[in-house]
């Protein structure tokens, strides 16, 4: 059974830094592209991160230069390395695992298949 879990959210101070892990398990993931979402209260999903087999990577804009996503193939881990961070960075963040994308940076909901519980940041001003 492939199972996701995401720590190393927490409250910080803005323009502080946290860095989220994601452990999988059931499988090998070190084919599949992989990425990081975020659910603000009251607000839609957002895409954050992506990186695929290759180590390629692609972020969105709000986090360009902010938020590195990396991977560790043996430990089966994808982290997301958030730096100055901002009061609206504050989300549940969700790491998923796209089985059908290897080479490929997915960056909808619907191109990932198994999704993590989420762990909250919250970033006070």
């Known amino acids: 059974q492939v199972q996701l879990v995401e720590s190393g959210g927490g409250l910080v101070q803005a323009g502080g830094s946290l860095t989220l892990s994601c452990a999988a398990s059931?499988?090998?993931?070190?084919?599949?592209?992989m990425g990081w979402f975020r659910q603000a209260p009251g607000k839609e999903s957002e895409f954050v991160a992506a990186?695929?087999?290759?180590?390629?990577?692609y972020h969105a804009d709000s986090v360009k230069g902010r938020f590195t996503i990396s991977r560790d193939n043996v430990k089966n881990t994808v982290y997301l390395q958030m730096h100055s961070l901002k009061p609206e960075d504050t989300a549940v963040y969700y790491c998923a695992v796209a089985t059908f994308q290897r080479d490929n940076l997915p960056r909808l909901e619907r191109e990932f298949n198994y999704w993590g519980q989420g762990t909250k940041v919250t970033v006070s001003s």
């Open positions: 059931g499988r090998t993931f070190s084919s599949y592209a």
């Open positions: 990186i695929n087999s290759r180590r390629n990577t």
